[in-house]
């Protein structure tokens, strides 16, 4: 487990990395977006991007991983297809090729032939990442590769990623917007019963260096495993005044009914991911999520985490269901191994019944009872 984890950090790295470069160039970064389509459309955007970073960070991760871990490789998925289509209206599959010059000679394809920023993007992605990380060597968890799978999400947050705001000011510690909503989430489950064992946050722009504006990452980490729980963070402290994360895009009327618990400490950020991270840091005692907009690869990672320190993400309209009937223990938490049965495209994946995520089981009670006691039904 702690060469998986290592493995997982590992690329984790290199994925933050090929975001910054892509981030960095802004030339290049313009020819890299291309509207999504079809059935793999985000019903909650007009217009909903994915970006050549993201494919080739999915590919990266595969790449990187699955030559470790052969037994993983036709267990890796992600948010991602590998098909990219180039202005000059080629398909190109994007993959890691097993030289940095075989990869330069596909990306330039994709590139439009502009070779020096296919050049560029190789380098990152054939980089060897070294992890300096003392703490990693004392983790010490076996669990059989040959019962999990992953879910990637190269770039969540790609709206804000596209738009590029490194300067947004956080309100009370948290981002509304911006970079830093831009997120790296690896998660693994376990295949036969779903649940989140080990999660990755990677913050490709946590800090900016000045005078030469370059992104530095960091990392996070949380295995839930068998009654061992681990994790990069420590449990959060108490905060004094309760408060919540929503999505700018929440329902009017979920943002009442929470209003007898949280008051005006309600705070709006971009990214699902992003909020789920802020709930780990203990900037947030809850994301409470109303919609099935969320998918399985943006929740898994950060699922795996929040349960390492106590918590965990339940489904908000189960979780509902369950507290009605009285139910008090256990209420029924996200699992990542089932589609939702007849949906199309991306919605196979999706949360569907909206989410609560918390670390301390009183905040994820006192919002079910909020709720519960609510004239609207969610
Ligand atoms: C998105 C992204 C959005 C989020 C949405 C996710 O993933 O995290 O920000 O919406 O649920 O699916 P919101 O910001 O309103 O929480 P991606 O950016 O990878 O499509
Ligand atoms: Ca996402």
């Known amino acids: 487990m702690t060469a998986l984890l290592k493995s997982l950090l590992a690329a984790s790295e290199k994925a933050a990395s090929i975001a910054q ?19 793999d459309k985000n019903k909650k955007f007009l217009q909903d991007f994915k970006t050549l970073a993201d494919v080739l960070i999915q590919e990266v991760i595969k790449h990187d991983v699955g030559e470790k871990f ?4 036709d267990h890796i998925r992600g948010e991602e297809s590998n098909k990219f289509e180039n202005g000059l209206g080629e398909t190109v599959v994007v993959q890691v090729c097993p030289t940095q010059q075989e990869t330069a000679a596909l990306l330039g394809k994709v590139l439009n032939r502009k070779q020096a920023a296919a050049e560029l993007l190789a380098a990152a992605i054939h980089q060897e990442v070294v992890l300096l990380d003392p703490a990693l060597d004392n983790v010490a968890v076996t669990i059989s ?10 770039i969540d947050s790609t709206n804000q990623y596209i738009r590029g705001h490194g300067n947004v000011m956080p309100v009370d510690g948290i981002y509304p917007s911006g970079l830093r909503s831009a997120l790296v989430l690896i998660g693994v489950y376990n295949r036969h019963s779903g649940e989140p064992i080990l999660g990755i946050i990677n913050e490709p722009f946590f800090q900016e260096e000045l005078p030469a504006h370059r992104w530095q990452s960091k990392y996070h980490w949380g295995i839930s495993y068998e009654g061992i729980h681990l994790s990069s963070l420590n449990r959060p402290m108490l ?16 943002r009442k009914a929470l209003a007898p618990l949280y008051g005006e400490r309600l705070f709006f950020a971009s990214g699902a991911g992003y909020k789920m991270l802020c ?3 203990g900037l947030a005692d809850a994301y409470v999520l109303s919609e099935g907009s969320t998918f399985k690869w943006d929740s898994c990672g950060p699922h795996a985490i929040l349960r390492a320190l106590g ?23 996200l699992t990542y191994n089932k589609p939702v049965e007849g949906a199309v495209g991306a919605d196979h994946w999706a949360n ?5 995520a918390y670390v301390y089981r009183e905040h994820l009670e006192a919002v079910m009872a909020t709720l519960a006691a609510a004239a609207d039904t969610f």
């Open 70 to 73: 052969p037994e993983l490789q």
């Open 352 to 356: 569907q019944g909206g989410l609560v």
């Open 311 to 333: 918590g965990g993400i339940v489904d908000l309209s189960e979780a509902l269901k369950a507290w009605r009937a009285g139910q008090r223990k256990l209420l029924p938490e």
């Open 279 to 281: 709930v780990a840091l």
């Open 239 to 254: 905060q004094a005044s309760p408060c919540v994360v929503l999505s700018s895009n929440e329902k009017v009327m979920l």
């Open 21 to 39: 470069v892509c981030r960095q160039e802004e030339a290049l970064f313009s020819l890299l977006i291309e509207e999504k389509r079809g059935a």
């Open 145 to 154: 590769t040959e019962s999990v799978a992953v879910w990637i999400d190269p």
